[in-house]
């Protein structure tokens, strides 16, 4: 069982091996680095290639962490046993009618070995991250209301992405394997171009990727990555152009510059005043 | 093995025995048949931050490929971070090579440069070129020979660390964490949480509902509760401006580094010396914040104020006194403290300098001590600060 990257997404040999090697190690994976560098776009693709089922949950900053694991509809409770269940086949008398489990809790408790994405990790609350990191590890959770354990049948694969907006706690980081993943340099990025439009001539690839790098190194606030690389191709193709434009003529700039003060800035191109 | 995770926590690695097990139990299992994968396993293994990247590649290329051994390099960094750098920028501010205003206006690649040419080249303290130039843009084991191999150095990341250096002494950014430990700070700092309900009402009372509903004779009726949440808003307004503030700045960091992990709802302002009516969103001072916007976030936020209060009496006192001629305001700065202060009942004022030296230094701290509370930047002092803005804090 070896992971080695799907057709549509291109993976270092770097990336590769340290998938497989937290996979046997059974540790929790934690990707870092800019947005569009494929962080989340990996753990679908390790489910894809190995044939794992997966269970995502994108993190909001009012997590608790135990919402992940299990919800305890307590209203839904309350309506029964004043309404009956009706027809729906609940027994107000069983709780286990009124528990619902979340991506972590399905994942445990699933016959089959699953891919866990956690997303965006570094949106919740310090205490959140290193409750849902106590509950990874031991690979079991308590259902408080009935003091219940489920353990996990088979550990899942754990990844873990952030941003990197906010500063993860140091225990958090100690029991994971951490791995920052670098902006891809001019010929990988080519490569993951070429996996998403194959037909693209030399010559267009070339004068897209030194417009685009160009654009990367003036200093945006926030700075065209992958995925506006390959809108701006998109529209570039499906407009019939065949030329980037350069300079301040850059063609469909929008798909490639999102804030409207980066736009500003293109097109005046000065420096904001320092004093 | 030992020797070389002996190397890495030299090379200032934090590594715990938990990382020693594991990295023996990868072994075990085979994980490293070769010199690409160990790389990766050992990294991933003792490796938590993208900070001690370098330092690791460097351990390991000295280890395990035989380069020369590591610690030169770490030298170059601390070098730009400590005093050569430091003196360097003094002396050309004091022979007036360059101006504080010219500096600043120096891309950090552009200083790095003249660093480089007047006190590398001239007192000739080239250590052997090879590990002070030499390491710009080159990594120890580069990109060559292992073409298509697991194992790529990324070459511009001490490049990317002077920048980082560079610019903090240029704009004397607090924005680093500066990993001095002072526990007992930290404790001082978590006084500062107070738990206060706060939050949307969307956290359903289960006792409550079920009273009511009970009372209700059997209707439902739900009672919803705010969720418990730590909500406490505080405002840093960070004096970075200037070289009177040049020699605070380590004390600054200190403190900064460790409010940054308390609250969740922080917010920095820059100003310089003084506030007219604008302070601002970065460390360069060039993204203003309307005057408006910052006093909206009024009484229930806690402004904590860090600088030295030490300026011409012309500046706090005198209409247009603002260094800066462009800045449109004709009121002194000290009316803008005044209105400041209005707006935030709860609100100190840090001071860097020793509580002795107030009177002595300059007229404009007992002023400003005037209107707002002013406590020294020490442990006693935080503490006060902090009795007073919880006491402050609680009135609605």
Known sequence: MKFTGTERYYLTPELGEIVNISIAMEKPLLLMGEAGTGKTQLAFEISRALGFSMEEARCKSTFKGEELCYVYDTVLRLNDSRFGGGETGRDVNNIWDYLRFGPIGRAFLAEDRRVL???????????????????????SFIIREI?????????????????AKRELSDPFLRRCFCHFIPFPGQEEISLIVRLHFPEIPDVMLDACLTTFYQLREKGFEKPPATAELLDWIGALQSAGDNDPGDGKNVRHIGTLLKRSQDLLKFKGMDKPSRF | MLSFINQLRQAEIPISLRHVLEFYQALNKGLAPDLDRLFLLARLVFIKRVEHYDAFERVFAAFFLGQKPPGTALDWEDALAGKPFEDWLREQVASGAMTPEEIRSFSPEELLKRFWETVLAQKGKHRGGNTWVGTHGRSPF???????????????????????????RNYVSYDERSALAQENLRQTLASLRNLQFAG???ELD???????????????ELVF?????????????????????????KLVKTVFGKIREQFRELKYYYFHNCIYGTVFRDVYRSQPLPWDQLLMQGPETRLIIIGDANMASSELMAANGSLYFHTEDRRPGVEWLKELRAAFPASVW???????????????????????????????????AVAYLNLHGKRK
């Open chain 2, 206 to 220: 289960i006792d409550a509902t079920i009273e009511r509903t009970a009372k209700n004779g059997g209707e439902i």
């Open chain 2, 350 to 384: 840090l001071n860097p300098l020793t509580k002795e030296w107030w009177p002595k230094e300059s007229s404009t701290v007992m002023r400003i001590g005037e209107i707002f509370p002013m406590e020294e930047l020490t442990l006693s002092g935080i503490k006060n």
């Open chain 2, 225 to 249: 509760t705010r969720e418990l949440r730590d909500r406490l808003k505080v405002i840093v307004l960070l004096d970075n401006g200037g070289y009177s503030m040049m020699p605070f700045v």
């Open chain 2, 142 to 168: 580069g990109h060559s020979g292992k073409a298509g191999g697991g194992v790529r150095v990324h070459g511009q990341s001490l490049y990317g660390t002077a920048q980082k250096v560079i610019g903090q």
């Open chain 2, 200 to 202: 949307p009402e969307t």
């Open chain 1, 117 to 139: 994405l956690l997303d965006e990790i570094d949106k919740t609350d310090s205490d959140t991250q290193d409750n849902l990191l106590d509950v990874l590890e031991d690979g």
């Open chain 1, 147 to 163: 003091n219940h354990k489920v353990e996990a049948r088979c550990k899942p694969v754990i990844i873990i992405t952030s941003n």
